[in-house]
């Protein structure tokens, strides 16, 4: 393999290498520089190890030129072909985010360092462009100052070569009227995007330029105004820009409002942009138009060896033929073979712009598709075919365009089978350099892989996107702004000028120039290497696997979707990125802080056990069944029983066997009180008491009515005493008849007062007069109750001296006597029974007379005695039960 | 036996039964003779209450003479402002009423607690220690030490320690302690008291069984 030594790095580089390898310096061999002419070079005989998809297309080109050459004139086409990928290509009906991968875009390097060219603003869908302005003036004018458009508005089925065959006659020379500044403006755009030198071109390849220019020439007398604004202040190619225009689709060119431009030079300038050739600013030397026209033919083709001997090249309509099948392998065309003529070499003009859709359709303009269409198309063009391909005849002997299954567009790279013919060094050496660079280099995407599948998006067949009709249908109206060549659009002659202006203008197309980051496929800049950066160095990842990387699309994707989320609700449905996804005035909020508590394990376990603790407290425990038998009832019962039994035993026996020991102290007050006196008697007990207060008031009473002959008063504190009092007359035996009683009887020996009501008060009121209270030789307090035994006394006290002189004898129940004790002590009561102990004692010296007291004294002492046992065993049992508890502790 | 002695003494036997039934548990029959005598004993109240008080009064209202009919209708009045309070829109008409009986009582709790209490306790306990016996100085004593150090046990007057704890003072403490076995001497002494009214009541109730049994038996 040769080697180049880089005069930069002085490095040694393969020669089939643009650039260095090493320090991306271009290799100033094999560059063409402005003004130079490149060399020509003939090579069919590399047609044979040309790769399959490149033949399929070219043969399917073929085909269809000769479908088209039989179809009559203004049928449409109606193809059943399958949509051709690459056709879809040109449409570029997707998005803006479909753009070329990088691993197309890295063969040819030299288009990553084009100028981006000014971003076009989106054309107007209702207005027409600047472009079809001119043609609505050019309407008003005489069919002779027609311009060579008006032939291009043809019927259906009108070939490209046609109208430019058609425009020959009567256009002059392309030399000779437009002269070779303007000739050469364009020409030298397109040759400066190539980055070799041209080869030498035939002078004959050039005639049907002439005659195109001489043509738009001759037609165009009036030189329209020429925006300047919108076009570089270029003398000789200001005439031209609006066809620079086409291929750029600038959009300011659109908006402006330009009139017909009759000039040639204008109307050749869509030339530029046909290779996406944008340039306008770029003074182009002079150099023979001839020489020129080539030129950017060899950058479409790529011309990467121009220095190398051209073989017998048959003719420049031969080199180009290939390049049919690029553009609309699916249009119908005559036969490659069969012109031999100059229009033979521009029927793959006409293919480009030879759409897959059927001519009958109306084609809507598409605005300003070529930007990417032709882009891949520079692409395709400076790693494809040179323009001094073989000739058609030499593909179609190899019997190798022959369509196989799959369109030819499914295929396109498939380089294997070049990259075994490098093994073989004749061929190798003839070999042009972009078809080594091709076959040499390894980013070359293979058929099927994951990279292919912009491709086969491109592919699709544009009916959303209606495909840009290039040129008016109608005569003497303008051509949309649209690319000169429509690749995408089947036949232009027969498009509707209304459908133009009535499409939509594509998503992709609008958002075009709000993307300065996507690289405009503008004038290609004479220095097509001006970012070294972005060379592909052989040593680097490949490009297209770096496009593979998913970091990349999501990226991209993602700030896609998240930047212009499209409404879907409310009066703004349709509309994208109306509303910020960022809330208005978020900044502004206050910092959320979390509610969530921050606890420690320790924390949430005490938390827990908080929780079950509620919840214990909470929750009802299990009540116990309670035993029929429990041993407390059941000491009740035999405590119960045993003092039933023995009581019962006593009383029914009668026993007397309790010592008791008489006190004279009651009987000496008793027998100091005067005979046949009035007793009060004051009944201060309630009837559960009245056996006691009964057995105890006994002896007293009997020895009054025995001894004094004392006649009763009874008053009540309780409304149930006056009862009481004829049951204690009763049971004391004073009311009895004699001799079981002492007869007395009521009214006369004993007085039943009634119930003093008031309490204090009335006790109080009772006492208070002291008449009454006078005459009484003693007062008898019969009670149970503390409290009203204190009331009677204190009443009595408070009486006054002559009522608290009177004897005060108070018969109280055993459970008061503790209470009343004091009053006693302190003389404030004379004498004080303590229930059933002092009667007993009082009875006995009265010789047990009624005998209550003394039948019960036995029965109460074993009571007693009982309960004393009771209560001391019952201590010690509990005693034992804490001793034993504690022990237990202890051990 | 009459036959109302009679049977007067099988409702009497019947009742203590029921009421003895109590030793087994709360029970029907227990608390039928409680109903029982609870009705019998408001009834027989309300009978008396209005047959020896209401009915008394008004017999010997003094018709003759206005100005004691109408001291003796001055309380029927007050006593009928006092219906009033069952009825809440006109129970104000018995305030007035309520608060000659309340005032009127406390008055007479009052001065009769004075005087016939406070007064001759006060002078009971002084004249109880007798110096001039023995007997008397140690009752005297007892008695004394009794009364002083049970109030002393009543005395709740503290003062924070130095160790933060709030303490009585000692000798109030030592005190409170002895007149803590006072408190506990005299509540067993009326313990005992009661034990013994409700065992007299009890051998009251089984002797009046077994007289009737006899006098059934012939015994």
Known sequence: MAEIRCPNCGKETPDFLDFCQFCQTPLQQDLIHIGEEPTKKDTGELEQILPDWLKEVRQQGLEEAEDEALRPPGKPKVTDEPPDLLAGLMSQAESEEEELPDWLAGISPSLKKEEPPPPPPPPKKEEPSSFFAQFREAETQPPAEETPWSGLVEPVGRELTDWFGQEEPSAPPFREETGAPAGEDWMKDLSAFTAESAPAQEPEDLSWLRDLEAASKATEEPAAPKPEAAFPPSASEEDLDWLTKLGAASAPAFEEPAPAQPSSEEDLSWLDKLGGVTAPEEPAPAQPAGEEDLSWLDKLGGVTAPEEPAPAQPSAEEDLSWLDKLGGVTAPEEPARAQPSVEEDLSWLKNLSAAKEPPTEPIPSQPAPAEEDLDWLKNLGISAAPPSQPAAPAFADTGELQPKEPPASAK?????????????????????????????????????????????????????????????????????????????????????????????????????????????????????????????????????????????????????????????????????????????????????????????????????????????????????????????????????????????????????????????????????????????????????????????????????????????????????????????????????????????????????????????????????????????????????????????????????????????????SAQAAPMLQPYAASGQANLLVNGLYDAAKYEALNVSRPGLARAYWDALGFGLMMAVLAIVIGGAWNFYLRFREKHAETE | MPLIEFVSAIVGFVLTLMVFSYLIGDNPLFRFAVYLFVGVASGYAAAVIVNDILLARLQSLPLGDPALLVIGLIPLLLAATLLAKLFPRISWLGNFAMAVLVGVGAATAIGGALTGTLIPQAEAAVDAVDPRSLTGLVGGGVMLLGTVTTLAYFQFGAKRAADGTVKRNAAVEALAWVGRVFIAVTLGVVFAGVYTAALTALIERLNSLILFLKSILGL
């Open chain 1, 412 to 812: 396109p790279f498939q380089t294997a089978p070049l990259n075994e013919l490098l093994g073989d060094e004749a061929l190798r050496d003839t070999t042009p350099d972009w078809l080594k660079e091709a076959l040499e280099e390894p980013s070359m995407p293979l058929p099927g892989a994951t990279s292919l599948d912009w491709f086969a998006e491109q592919a699709k067949p544009p009916k959303e996107t209606p495909p840009p009709a290039p040129f008016d249908q109608t005569p003497g109206k303008p051509a949309a702004s649209t690319p000169a060549f429509d690749f995408s659009s089947g036949d232009s002659s027969a498009q509707d000028l209304d459908a133009l202006f009535d499409v939509e203008m594509p998503e992709w197309l609008k958002s075009e120039p709000e993307k300065p980051e996507t690289p405009q496929p503008g004038p290609v800049s004479t220095q097509p290497f001006t970012e070294e950066g972005e060379a592909l160095a052989p040593v680097e990842l490949p490009s297209w696997v770096q496009a593979m990387r998913p970091v990349d699309s999501a990226i991209s994707g993602t700030a896609a979707s998240v930047d212009m989320v499209t409404e879907r609700e409310g009066p703004l449905a349709g509309f994208r990125g109306v509303i910020p996804l960022v809330p208005v005035g978020s900044a502004l909020r206050p910092k959320a802080f979390s509610l969530k508590l921050q606890a420690g394990e320790e924390q949430q376990a005490a938390a827990a056990l908080l929780e079950q603790m509620i919840a214990s407290e909470t929750a009802a425990l299990p009540s116990k069944p309670a035993a029929v038998i429990s041993s407390q009832r059941a000491l009740r019962w035999a405590l119960s029983a045993l003092f039933l039994l023995v009581l019962t035993a006593v009383l029914w026996l009668g026993l007397q066997t309790m010592p008791i020991h008489p006190s004279s102290r009651l009987s000496d007050l008793i027998a100091s009180l005067p005979d046949a006196s009035p007793v009060l008697l004051v009944v201060d007990y309630e009837p559960a008491f009245a056996g006691e207060l009964e057995a105890s008031a006994g002896p007293l009473l009997d020895q009054l009515a025995l001894s004094k002959h004392a006649i009763f008063d009874f008053v009540a504190t309780s409304p149930n005493g006056a009862g009481l009092v004829e049951r204690l007359m009763l049971h004391t035996n004073l009311s009895k008849p004699f001799p079981a009683g002492l007869g007395y009887r009521a009214g006369e020996q004993y007085f039943n007062l009634g119930f003093l009501p008031g309490g204090a008060a009335g006790a109080a009121g009772f006492v208070g007069d002291p008449q009454k209270l006078s005459r009484y030789a003693a007062i008898l307090l019969l009670t149970d109750n503390v409290e009203t035994s204190r009331t009677w006394i204190e009443q009595l006290e408070a009486a006054g001296p002559e009522v608290a002189g009177k004897p005060l004898i108070v018969v109280s």
